[in-house]
């Protein structure tokens, strides 16, 4: 009997360690769980960034730094627009074995990215005063050094793209990371120097400015390979709904702690900027997975192979990952608020769960919207859009309480996730064929 017993143990020991050596061996979960680490860290030092600046400047001049750092929200939907379309470009260029169009990619995007930046940064320190006015400032100089950094805030993605398509996910995620790195080093730097904001300020521009030149850097070797012009049409053609595509989902998982703010007295309002804060640890947690998915299936679908078990091991490395968080708060969510913030936001805990399990829902259906993108499949955009739509509208019908609200969202949530999933089963029957 303990013979047979041991045996049994034996026998699953022995499926546990083959269970993992195939996931130490699988492309999907390395090259994911090396985008998760890095895009961690980063995160890590962005918060180590906002914390020192608070903790070395006054509060006026906090508040100044802060209202500026909002608008960087804005340029972060044509960041992902260049991102995610050089990347699904340089994937297809990979799969064709075509380094010379890539090239061509690579430089005809830097040069867009790099004129659209310097206007983006020209037009605003043109409208500087008014922008200063608006936001309450003595000084529209401190518009016009923050703007400064939107030269190069569409360039770095384009680099990133590339070394995105390439599956080059080390120096990707590496070079991100860094990108956190120098933005606390150069703070903390120039505000101990006397600098103050404008200290603050242009640590974002020497920080993109130092990651922008160590990129350039990194793809050296694919200047080297000459260059074969292809039809940019469709590049703007796919750039578009991507574009929609991301501003919707932007607004999909950001505009609620705006109209909160609006709706509710400003006691709640800051409870459930808080039950946001900690359910969109839920979202951004598994974010890594997307960017290694992506040029995969993209590459796959370009050589007529199925990418769809890789999306299902996204799915699923997702669902695992972010699940686990959405589980702590289904268990303990008074005793993680407890320790977190003591008594401070008495109203957060009752609705930990279900916002987070609305963001467990809005991960998943940015899984499906990559995917779908990742396939050319461009008329996802407007799913997100009706399902945008309709957190709007419930929005504006229901918003007289905190449970209301997560109400809406976890609805709208599920609704995306629903939208989401009717593409699938014709997309993976259009990458069979």
Same mark, same amino acid.
């Given at each position: 009997?303990?013979?047979?017993?041991?045996?049994e143990?034996?026998?699953?020991? *022995?499926?546990?360690?083959?269970?993992?050596?195939?996931?130490?061996?699988?492309?999907?979960?390395?090259?994911?769980?090396?985008?998760?680490?890095?895009? /961690?860290?980063?995160?890590?030092?962005?918060y $180590?960034?906002?914390f %020192?600046?608070?903790?070395?400047?006054?509060?006026?001049?906090?508040?100044?730094?802060?209202?500026?750092?909002?608008l960087?929200?804005?340029?972060?939907?044509?960041?992902?627009?260049?991102?995610?379309?050089?990347?699904?470009?340089?994937?297809?260029?990979?799969?064709?074995?075509?380094?010379?169009?890539? *090239?061509?990619?690579?430089?005809?995007?830097?040069?867009?990215?790099?004129? $659209?930046?310097?206007? #983006?940064?020209?037009? =605003?320190? @043109?409208?500087?005063?008014?922008i200063?006015?608006?936001?309450?400032?003595?000084?529209?100089?401190?518009?016009?050094?923050?703007?400064?950094?939107?030269?190069?805030? @569409?360039?770095?993605?384009?680099?990133?793209?590339?070394?995105?398509g390439?599956?080059?996910?080390?120096?990707?995620?590496?070079?991100?990371?860094?990108?956190?790195?120098?933005?606390?080093l150069?703070?903390?730097?120039?505000v101990? @120097?006397? $600098?103050?904001?404008?200290?603050? &300020?242009?640590?974002?521009?020497?920080?993109?400015?130092?990651?922008?030149?160590?990129?350039l850097?990194?793809?050296?070797?694919?200047?080297?390979?000459?260059?074969?012009?292809? +039809?940019?049409?469709?590049?703007?053609?796919?750039a578009?709904?991507?574009? $929609?595509?991301?501003?919707?989902?932007? =607004? &999909?998982?950001?505009?609620?702690?705006?109209?909160?703010?609006?709706?509710?007295?400003?006691?709640?309002?800051?409870?459930?900027?808080?039950?946001?804060?900690?359910?969109?640890?839920?979202?951004?947690?598994?974010?890594?997975?997307?960017?290694?998915?992506?040029?995969?299936?993209?590459e796959?679908? +370009?050589?007529?192979?199925?990418?769809?078990?890789?999306?299902?091991?996204?799915?699923? #490395?997702?669902?695992?990952?972010?699940?686990f968080?959405?589980?702590?708060?289904?268990? #303990?969510?008074?005793?993680?608020?407890?320790?977190?913030?003591?008594?401070?936001?008495?109203?957060?805990?009752?609705? @930990?769960?279900?916002?987070?399990?609305?963001?467990?829902?809005?991960?998943?259906?940015?899984?499906?919207?990559?995917?779908?993108?990742?396939?050319n499949?461009?008329?996802?955009?407007w799913?997100?859009?009706?399902?945008?739509?309709?957190?709007?509208?419930?929005?504006?019908?229901?918003h007289?309480?905190? +449970?209301?609200?997560v109400n809406?969202?976890?609805?709208?949530?599920?609704?995306?996730?629903? /939208?989401?999933?009717?593409?699938?089963?014709?997309?993976?029957?259009?990458? %069979?064929?």
């Amino acid at each position: 009997m303990i013979t047979s017993i041991s045996a049994e143990k034996k026998r699953l020991l *022995n499926s546990l360690t083959l269970a993992v050596d195939r996931l130490k061996t699988d492309d999907m979960v390395r090259h994911g769980s090396i985008m998760i680490v890095f895009s /961690l860290a980063a995160s890590l030092f962005n918060y $180590l960034y906002n914390f %020192s600046m608070a903790y070395l400047l006054t509060p006026v001049q906090y508040g100044t730094l802060a209202s500026l750092l909002s608008l960087l929200g804005i340029m972060g939907v044509f960041s992902r627009v260049f991102i995610t379309s050089v990347t699904k470009f340089t994937s297809k260029f990979k799969a064709q074995h075509d380094q010379a169009r890539m *090239n061509y990619l690579w430089s005809y995007s830097l040069k867009q990215a790099l004129l $659209l930046g310097t206007t #983006f940064f020209l037009v =605003t320190a @043109l409208i500087s005063p008014l922008i200063s006015r608006f936001l309450n400032m003595d000084n529209f100089w401190y518009v016009i050094v923050f703007a400064l950094t939107f030269t190069l805030i @569409l360039a770095l993605p384009v680099n990133w793209g590339v070394l995105g398509g390439l599956q080059r996910f080390f120096a990707l995620g590496s070079s991100n990371t860094l990108l956190a790195v120098l933005k606390v080093l150069f703070g903390i730097g120039l505000v101990y @120097l006397g $600098l103050h904001i404008y200290g603050g &300020l242009l640590s974002l521009f020497l920080a993109h400015l130092a990651v922008f030149i160590t990129t350039l850097v990194l793809l050296r070797g694919l200047s080297r390979a000459g260059k074969k012009e292809f +039809e940019v049409h469709s590049l703007h053609a796919y750039a578009w709904p991507v574009f $929609l595509a991301v501003l919707c989902f932007a =607004t &999909l998982t950001n505009l609620d702690v705006t109209l909160a703010k609006h709706f509710l007295s400003p006691y709640d309002a800051g409870n459930y900027a808080t039950v946001s804060l900690l359910g969109k640890i839920v979202f951004f947690l598994p974010g890594g997975i997307v960017i290694a998915m992506f040029p995969k299936t993209s590459e796959l679908f +370009e050589s007529r192979v199925s990418p769809a078990p890789v999306m299902i091991k996204a799915v699923l #490395f997702t669902l695992i990952s972010a699940g686990f968080v959405v589980a702590i708060y289904g268990l #303990f969510p008074d005793a993680l608020v407890a320790f977190l913030f003591k008594d401070k936001y008495p109203l957060v805990a009752p609705h @930990l769960f279900r916002y987070g399990l609305a963001m467990l829902f809005l991960t998943l259906a940015n899984v499906l919207m990559s995917y779908f993108l990742s396939l050319n499949q461009t008329k996802v955009a407007w799913a997100v859009t009706i399902a945008v739509t309709v957190q709007l509208a419930l929005m504006f019908a229901f918003h007289d309480s905190i +449970e209301q609200i997560v109400n809406v969202v976890l609805v709208s949530a599920a609704f995306g996730l629903v /939208l989401m999933s009717l593409f699938l089963f014709r997309s993976t029957k259009r990458c %069979s064929q």
